[in-house]
């Protein structure tokens, strides 16, 4: 009885919280929206908005990028403004845009942004305007036009700029944004809080009959959010990972790992089998206990104070470990630590320091591929198929690596997926902030993965993971969504190196 009151506080809690953001996020924000877009995108002649790109639509019209409205004529200071000048405005970065395949509304794709970001630059558009915040914000922030662009334009770091000199909306937008940007996700005791209430409220019975219920469903955004809560497995509280774990064999290097924050409590065994086949390889692996938050939420989102101070712990806290590398098992987290060189450069105490530390970082499966993979013995009788992770294939660009691992996997077969590094819709909070958007790209996705035959699908990313979850139980799909790291912890036999809290067995 006591478990289920519990969870029936904690649900409470949650809930109260969702609604707050459903009112920040859904309600605000959808009115302002359509506003806005009875401006951008002109009536077509059968009553249909041009550049709706959503299903029934039809063909979606292109908006001009001339309907942007100026307001301003004095430039202000844009970082990174001198990126801006790469663009060509050549368009072949068009056709790998999600938002712009879904919407077709050239304001929603690389070029016609980076036109945006020229005219705040030039100061003849306010970084106020809400047309500016509609298509900044509708970006993935995915990279994959950077892997198209042959001029080599650096994307990510512009939109990544222009975030950050767009004002919050409201006092209770800034004030949600801080609560759980830079608090939340950079506290221990809260993010064991929501692993704890979330078990409680699997198996309490009390998901259960939210869902058969359909409770939730009169609050879109709150059914969604519950709608995405992944199974969670292991103990009700989480144990904290081993601070180090030896190497088997001749150790080969010593590593420091970043255990994530959301991460740390949703996939839990995830960050035990990267430990395990770490230290299968030859590596001795410290897991500090002080570590922080990546900062790539933060930074992603245009908070960049947050993400440098989140950044000055971790090099601080790294740097005392003595390790030869700093490995990340997450794609956002990993693409982040490589950005801490350029987040700092302004900084006279941190600007060597963050060179140095990003230049040890290093995604697991592009570690062990640099090793040299001592080979799995284990059989894995699965038949899977990849999902290109964005921050992954276009921010750290790595490619081969994951499947050159999976290769080794005894047993494991793999089917390549149609368009495997389309972005899958999460994209850190987007699948939050951007529902509608995030729904019509997942589904996408989805179509792709379903027509593998797969029995198992792989992403090197926990947001992906989540994402790719829900997409799988909306369409009554019974698939696997794995990290490529469990399987090889599989192949290993990881079972018989650490035991079921992460710790060496005595």
């Not at 709150?222 to 150790?251: D, F, W």
């Not at 797969?454 to 698939?479: F, K, S, W, Y």
Request: aromatic residues 4%; glycine residues 8%; neutral net charge.
């Amino acid at each position: 009885m006591k478990l289920k009151r519990v969870g029936v506080w904690v649900a409470v809690v949650i809930g109260a919280t969702a609604l707050v953001a459903d009112y920040v996020y859904d309600g605000l924000l959808r009115r302002s929206l359509r506003r806005l877009l009875s401006v951008v995108r002109p009536e077509t002649g059968d009553g249909d908005q041009a550049g709706d790109g959503l299903p029934g639509s039809g063909e979606p019209a292109v908006s001009n990028i001339s309907e942007v409205p100026k307001s301003g004529e004095t430039p202000i200071e844009f970082p990174n403004a001198e990126l801006i000048r790469a663009c060509v405005h050549c368009g072949l970065c068009l056709p790998f845009c999600p938002t712009y395949n879904v919407l077709g509304v050239e304001m929603d794709s690389p070029r016609g942004r980076i036109y945006q970001m020229k005219l705040v630059a030039e100061g003849k558009l306010s970084p106020d305007n809400p047309h500016f915040h509609k298509h900044i914000y509708q970006c993935l922030d995915c990279r994959a036009c950077e892997t198209a662009c042959p001029s080599g334009v650096q994307y990510g770091r512009l939109v990544e700029a222009a975030r950050s000199i767009i004002p919050p909306r409201s006092n209770v937008e800034e004030a949600a944004r801080r609560a759980i940007l830079a608090g939340a996700l950079n506290s221990d005791p809260i993010l064991a809080m929501i692993g704890l209430g979330s078990r409680l409220y699997q198996r309490s019975g009390l998901q259960s009959l939210v869902r058969s219920t359909g409770l939730l469903r009169p609050i879109p955004r709150l059914n969604r959010m519950e709608s995405m809560l992944p199974e969670l497995e292991g103990s009700l509280v989480v144990a904290p990972l081993p601070p180090i774990v030896r190497a088997e064999g001749r150790r080969r290097a010593r590593v420091a790992f970043l255990s994530g924050c959301i991460a740390a409590q949703f996939f839990p065994q995830t960050n035990r089998s990267t430990i395990a086949v770490l230290a299968a390889n030859g590596c001795d692996v410290l897991t500090p206990p002080d570590q922080g938050c990546c900062g790539a939420l933060q930074n992603h989102s245009g908070d960049r104070e947050t993400a440098k101070n989140f950044a000055r712990h971790n090099i601080d806290v790294f740097e005392r470990t003595g390790a030869d590398y700093y490995v990340s098992n997450s794609a956002g987290c990993g693409s982040m630590l490589k950005e801490y060189g350029e987040l700092l450069a302004d900084d006279p105490l941190y600007a060597a320091p963050a060179a140095a530390f990003a230049d040890k970082a290093r995604d697991i499966t592009e570690l062990l591929v640099e090793l040299g993979l001592r080979p799995p013995t284990h059989q894995v009788a699965v038949r899977a198929t990849y999902q290109d992770a964005c921050h992954l294939r276009h921010g750290q660009k790595i490619k081969d690596q994951p499947r050159e691992l999976l290769a080794a996997i005894p047993g494991l077969e793999i089917v390549e997926m149609t368009r495997s590094e389309w972005c899958c819709g999460s994209a850190g909070i987007y699948n939050v902030t951007q529902p509608v958007l995030s729904e019509s790209i997942l589904e996408m996705k989805m179509e792709n993965v379903i027509a593998t035959g797969a029995d198992t699908i792989l992403a090197a990313n926990p947001g992906c993971l989540i994402q790719l979850q829900h997409g799988l139980r909306e369409r009554g799909v019974h698939m696997r969504a794995a990290h490529p790291v469990d399987l090889l912890a599989e192949a290993y036999g990881a079972d018989e190196r650490l035991d079921s809290n992460g710790g060496e067995r005595k």
